[in-house]
């Protein structure tokens, strides 16, 4: 009877403790939250593009002859009219030399075809001549004039190609490569024969094309701002390089098997940095919304039925919250469309730590 009563003893006093130690109540989890972020957000959009320059000259050999000089370092920079090659003159040297013997003497041909004319044109006066002869004399003027035209058009032909002999930079720019030696015979009369290229790059040129939907959005904006934006773009595989550009041209038509009109954007180059063909990124404002909602894009979930927050009410309780969100903004905050109200709190770390209508203790981020 007396081990029947401690046992009913022990049992109460084990029924107090447990009763005693569950209505103590659990501490609340220290929990990172923040509110969103209020403010002015330009919307934009990117189009893979490419650069180009300003003018891009094939120099080229366009006469016969054995390439006798390279004037230039591959890759350097040259000025306008700086002497780039040089193929043998002497054969066109000797052709300025006999088309100028050659005008020379139809001109005094003419000359002498000239004075005999006038001189039957006294003498048929006094019918010391016929009439035919003066014909004939006159005819020897006209034979002769045209003859000294022809050979100063040859004179002229034979200079512009001596000239072709010492080809010169047509404008400041970039040299490219010559893949031709010194001696190389060049063939350039029948078919002019590319010795390099020359780059005027201290303007450069970026294209891209956009959809005929997306240019539209484009044109509703401008109307909006009342002025033409500049076109920014990126350079690189981590975007470091970032420079403006204004665009200058918009193709006439859409091309029909792609919807896009082509866009081109012109930007200086005074430090020759960018380089022609480079690929770039052109970022593009399509639209500014004056009080977006803003929240870490860590702090967001991503469940079967889309994107969530767990949102923090006046109680301290977690709320698990679908939401609609918009672009990336700064490379961590992400629009809010719905589902969030301005004062609100979201836990912003440690999902994981959390569930819907758990209790926190809320701390700010910097706190943690």
Known sequence: ?????????????L????????????????IAVESPQIR??????????????????????????????????PGQRVKSDDLLFVIDPTTYENAVTQAEAQ??????NLDYAINNYERMLEAVKSDA??????????????????????????????????????????????MSLSELSTGSYIAGAASPVELGKLYKD??????FDVTDNQWLRQQQRKEEVGKEEQITFTLGEDRYFTRSAKMDYLSPDVRTSTG?????????????????????SVVLPYETL???????????????TGNFLYVVNDSNIVEYRHIEVGNIVDDTLRIIRSGIAPKERYVSKALMKVRNGMRITPVSDNQE
């Open 1 to 13: 009877m007396k081990r029947i009563i401690l046992t009913a003893v022990a049992a109460i006093a």
């Open 15 to 30: 029924t107090a403790c447990t009763q005693k130690k569950s209505s103590t109540p659990a501490t609340a989890l220290p």
């Open 40 to 73: 002015s957000v330009t919307l934009t959009r990117e189009y893979p593009g490419y650069l180009s320059a300003e003018a891009t000259v094939s120099i080229v050999g366009r006469v016969n002859g054995t390439l006798i000089s390279k004037n230039y370092t």
């Open 103 to 108: 005008l020379k003497s139809a001109e005094a």
């Open 129 to 174: 001549v016929s009439r035919i002869e003066v014909i004939k004399a006159e005819t020897s003027v006209a034979t002769y004039k045209a003859q000294v035209e022809n050979t100063r058009a040859a004179l002229s032909t034979a200079k512009k190609n001596l000239g072709y002999c010492h080809i010169r930079a047509p404008h400041d720019g970039l």
């Open 202 to 207: 201290d303007y450069m040129y970026a294209y």
């Open 260 to 280: 896009t009109l082509r866009v081109r954007a012109t930007l200086t180059n005074s430090d020759y940095f960018l380089k022609p063909g480079s690929y770039i």
């Open 290 to 304: 004056t009080d977006a909602i803003l929240v870490r894009d860590a702090a967001i979930g991503t469940d079967q």
